[in-house]
């Protein structure tokens, strides 16, 4: 990809030509003109000569494919940043190659308070289970070390480091010898995030950041709150964000509002909302996602954190206040706990004052046909991340052992939230599942469980226009003119049409259709290589030697 030497300007008149853009203005096009950081046109290869004399750039794209950059919906920014530059468990293939990282990891970072880690997961391990404490004092040499498992709904953690808790082994959730869940998590998560330096956590925050725009991602949604953060870090990101080129961030909080006062706190904040990982529930891997019927390795249904009422009274102010509430709910029982809710609040405040405010659910994994039209019914967005199919999904994988087959199988059903209207909104819930958005849109069009497939281009959808809608914005995601110049360029082969049902992908494919192509995600092909990305018409990623 070349491109003309003009000087760098702040509102730099572009043309790109020579590849293909995907826009619904021109099936065909490829060919578009970016002018005061919005999409100003957008055509032929033809038309686009009466433009190039009078830009102040031309960019060849030599072939290559243009698109709306991605947002991701669901993200750590800090964790995302300290599982980049720390210790990352993700790739430990047992319990012994864990404990061993751990060891290493230490001794090259002797000046450490706290050692922060992330990423095991005792599923995929030969051993079937977590590091003892006793294990991973003996690994840690006395030092205080916090690893939460990948969901991050649970940790092992040192003797050094729960010395540092007061009271923490008389709290709920705090098991003497096995990871700590509910409260007792929490508060040791809160202790270690601690000892994370102000200097450290923007180190973090960039390197995420830098990450993200590397792989075409212009937007993030971060989910903070008093559970997983704290105000600081959650600011300092905002403001870390407006003040340097980069993918923009909108935040929410996840904290429960009772009155306009409590929605002004939240907006004093910088949040778009008192949403996100507002806990109904755990997670599956922890054993702590609330059920209607127990799970199928442990003899209890998991943990409830908020009732139908308390989700009532959260939605019914926040949609009172303008602002827009949402939740974490996985489990049948949470997601049903939020249907009440929000149904309930409705009934309080007016069904067409709820539908408005585009109230989100983050996970929404284990729905049934009723939860799915209910979600219909009163307008709220499923925030889902699809990666976690592709690794805890199948007949074989952490699903089916926590809740058997059958009831593994009813998750994730992307098919049938968009055949009931529901607004799907992709991410990853970085670093849970790694920031890789055409890899999520692969695991949506080939989810494991066929039934719940969706076409690439609605998955593609998902996670671009998706990602805005979310946050209330219909204006933006799509290459179109007027639309924020948010946009990612690739290098990637044969563009196709992919749909679950073969008739419409041979129908999609015929020129008449108009169908916009996208590149092949069938598992296996090459994914496609991230060459610039650009948002608000400003380039904060070129690939080296590009």
């Given at each position: 990809m070349t491109e003309s030497t003009a000087p760098q300007s702040e509102h730099r008149t572009v043309l790109l030509r020579g590849g293909d853009v995907h826009s619904p203005a021109d099936p065909f096009a490829t060919a578009m003109v970016v002018e005061r950081g919005h999409v100003a046109w957008v055509g032929s290869e033809g038309a686009a000569d009466a433009f190039a004399s009078g830009v102040d750039e031309v960019i060849d794209l030599e072939g290559a494919l243009v698109t709306p950059a991605f947002t991701d919906a669901h993200v750590h920014t800090t964790s995302t940043g300290l599982a980049l530059t720390g210790l990352d468990l993700s790739g430990a293939r047992t319990l012994g190659d864990a404990l061993a990282r751990v060891r290493a990891h230490i001794a090259a970072h002797p000046a450490d308070r706290v050692v922060l880690g992330h990423g095991w997961d005792a599923a995929r391990w030969p051993e079937q289970r977590p590091p003892s404490r006793a294990e991973l004092d003996e690994a840690a040499g006395g030092r205080p070390v916090y690893l939460p498992r990948i969901d991050v709904h649970s940790a092992a953690v040192t003797t050094a480091l729960l010395d540092l808790v007061p009271g923490v082994r008389a709290m709920a959730g705090y098991h003497p010898e096995g990871p700590l869940t509910a409260a007792a998590?929490?508060?040791?998560?809160?202790?270690?995030?601690?000892?994370?330096?102000?200097?450290?956590?923007?180190?973090?925050?960039?390197?995420?950041?830098?990450?993200?725009?590397?792989?075409?991602?212009?937007?993030?949604?971060?989910?903070?709150?008093?559970?997983i953060s704290d105000e600081d870090d959650f600011t300092g990101l905002l403001k870390l964000a407006a003040g340097q080129p980069g993918p923009r961030v909108f935040g929410y909080w996840a904290e429960q509002v009772g009155d306009e006062k409590d929605a002004l706190r939240i907006r004093e904040l910088g949040a778009a909302g008192a949403a996100g990982d507002l806990f109904v529930d755990g997670s599956f891997g922890s054993h702590t996602a609330c059920?209607?019927?127990?799970?199928?390795?442990?003899?209890?249904?998991?943990?409830?954190?908020?009732?139908?009422?308390?989700?009532a009274a959260h939605v019914a102010a926040c949609t009172e206040a303008g602002l827009q509430a949402g939740f974490h709910a996985?489990?049948?029982?949470?997601?049903?706990?939020?249907?009440?809710?929000v149904r309930a609040a409705a009934e309080r405040v007016g069904l067409g004052r709820v539908r408005a405010a585009r109230h989100r659910v983050e996970h929404a994994e284990m729905l049934t046909p009723e939860t799915v039209a209910a979600f219909a019914e009163l307008g709220l967005t499923a925030s889902v991340q699809p990666?976690?199919?592709?690794?805890?999904?199948?007949?074989?994988?952490?699903?089916?052992?926590?809740?058997?087959?059958?009831?593994a199988g009813t998750l994730n059903p992307y098919a049938a939230l968009l055949r009931a209207g529901v607004p799907l909104a992709f991410g990853s819930d970085s670093p849970v599942t790694p920031l890789d958005p055409w890899g999520t849109v692969r695991a949506a069009a080939f989810h494991r469980t066929p039934e719940h497939r969706i076409s690439v281009r609605a998955g593609f959808t998902a996670h671009t226009r998706g990602g805005w809608r979310a946050v209330g914005r219909d204006d933006a995601g799509t290459l179109v003119p007027g639309a924020p110049a948010d946009y990612a360029v690739w290098r990637t082969d044969d563009l196709v049409v992919q749909a679950p049902d073969d008739r419409v992908a041979r129908w999609s494919t015929d020129p008449r259709s108009g169908t916009p192509g996208l590149p092949d995600l069938t598992p296996g092909a090459d994914l496609p290589v991230c060459l610039r990305t650009v948002v608000f018409g400003q380039t904060v990623y070129v690939r080296p030697n590009e």
């Open positions: 998590h929490h508060a040791v998560r809160a202790a270690a995030h601690d000892a994370v330096s102000p200097a450290q956590r923007a180190d973090a925050q960039r390197a995420a950041l830098r990450h993200a725009a590397s792989l075409g991602i212009g937007t993030v949604h971060e989910c903070g709150g008093p559970d059920l209607h019927e127990p799970y199928a390795d442990a003899p209890h249904s998991g943990a409830a954190h908020l009732d139908a009422g308390q989700i996985i489990g049948d029982a949470a997601l049903s706990a939020v249907v009440d809710g990666a976690f199919d592709a690794a805890w999904g199948g007949e074989e994988g952490m699903y089916a052992r926590r809740l058997g087959t059958g009831r």
